[in-house]
């Protein structure tokens, strides 16, 4: 870190560091001397206009001399500065034509500044290697939101700015990687980038890579990694892309040459055996779902999918939170132990379980209902069990245009 530098931190936490030393920004985000700062430091070029800084700092707030408060807030600013080390011969915070700036003999280093730079640099240069080189240096760059997309209008509005470039410099460095054929970088791009932005689709890059390299087990270890953390904290699966890539890896498997009874007792082998029904990921249940719906065109089978939902004392569903999530994994078991060992279960998102019922009558399925809902209610508690059914036959029948009148 170079000395007598001011380093300042944007993305994500907001921090000052002068020559090694953190300055306390405050307990919390909100604090004068954080906004101050923040504005001051980001727009040191172009300076700030006091009215702007006024509306920032003390928001809304009805104060009989808001300029006086404000030259408050400066002159405690610049001594909470001087007091963590900065000179203070010097006026740090300078005002001219009615704007704040940021004092010239103190250099400074932004976090957001150096990505957009590097991103510049990036999109001037002719050469493919050192293009990569600067896209991923300006990724690294970016480690959350700006400001953590705090409520001040200007700060929402760069930290959408600075996702946009940052989104722009991980998809141009995974084209760079693509064309390289360096899977390697890009499964390392892809962690990186989900790491920087979660939940935001990123892990499509890393299952690209995984499957691009021929490595089906860690893909699909991945894909289930992926597919849970989605649904612990979102509620829904990944993207049909990622879904697509697990397509693709199913294409790519090949087995060496084997003997009939070899490759059954393969495919037989579950790596866990479970007294009740069939708990898979969303993938595996939808090929299961496709299959049955095909075998179901023959007549041959009535079967049922079932929509199980956690709900509250009026019939809501849940909201999210550690006890929906240990209500979720209770009705999962409870699901588990009153269905067949041929019938489907996965578990589709937060406080909810899609159950494929085979071979079955809807009065069944109701006699299903009524053992989960005994299985799952605990000490006369109001939580429920809310249910939903259709055929499978009927809606194929519909979906081919075949249904009645």
């Not at 040191?44 to 030259?71: C, S, T």
């Not at 590097?118 to 480690?143: I, K, V």
């Not at 199913?250 to 082998?269: N, P, T």
Request: aromatic share 8%; proline share 3%.
């Amino acid at each position: 870190m170079e000395k007598n530098v001011l380093n300042v931190h944007m993305f994500g936490r907001f921090s000052l560091n002068w020559n090694g030393k953190e300055i306390m920004t405050g307990k919390t985000r909100e604090s004068q001397f954080s906004y101050l700062m923040q504005m001051v430091l980001h727009y040191r070029r172009e300076g700030v206009p006091r009215e702007e800084i006024k509306a920032v700092v003390f928001e809304e707030r009805d104060l009989e001399n808001v300029n006086h408060a404000l030259r408050s807030v400066i002159y405690n600013a610049r001594k909470k500065l001087t007091a963590a080390g900065m000179p203070g011969d010097i006026s740090l915070i300078e005002q001219r034509d009615g704007r704040y700036y940021w004092t010239r003999q103190i250099p400074v280093v932004e976090d957001a500044w150096e990505m957009e730079r590097l991103a510049g640099e990036a999109g001037a240069e002719a050469d493919p290697g050192r293009r990569l080189s600067l896209y991923l240096q300006a990724c690294r760059t970016y480690t959350g939101d700006f400001l953590n997309a705090q409520g001040a209008v200007w700060a929402a509005q760069e930290a959408r700015r600075y996702h946009g470039l940052f989104c722009s410099c991980v998809e141009r460095a995974a084209q760079l990687l693509r064309e390289a054929r360096d899977y390697e970088g890009l499964e390392e791009l892809g962690k990186m980038a989900a790491g920087a932005d979660p939940l935001a689709d990123w892990e499509t890059l890393t299952m690209e890579a995984l499957v691009s390299a021929g490595k089906p087990l860690e893909a699909r270890k991945f894909y289930n990694d992926t597919l849970e953390l989605y649904l612990k904290e979102q509620g829904f699966t990944p993207s049909g892309k990622m879904r697509d890539m697990v397509h693709r890896l199913g294409q790519q498997m090949e087995h060496s040459y084997g003997v009939l009874d070899e490759i059954q007792r393969e495919l037989a082998q579950e790596k866990e055996l479970y007294p009740g029904g069939y708990l898979c990921p969303y993938p595996v249940f939808l090929g299961i779902y496709q299959m049955v719906q095909r075998m179901s065109e023959r007549g041959g089978q009535s079967v049922y999918l079932m929509l199980c939902t956690v709900v509250d004392s009026k019939g809501n569903p849940m909201e999210e939170g550690a006890r929906l999530e240990e209500l979720s994994q209770r009705l999962g078991e409870s699901i588990r132990r009153s269905v067949r060992r041929s019938d489907v279960i996965n578990r589709y998102g937060k406080g909810q379980y899609l159950v494929l019922l085979v071979n079955t009558t809807l009065e069944d399925c109701s006699v299903v209902q009524r053992r989960i809902t005994r299985d799952f209610t605990v000490n006369r508690q109001r939580i429920g069990v809310q249910y939903h059914v259709s055929s499978v036959e009927r809606q194929l029948g519909e979906a081919l245009g075949l249904s009645d009148g």
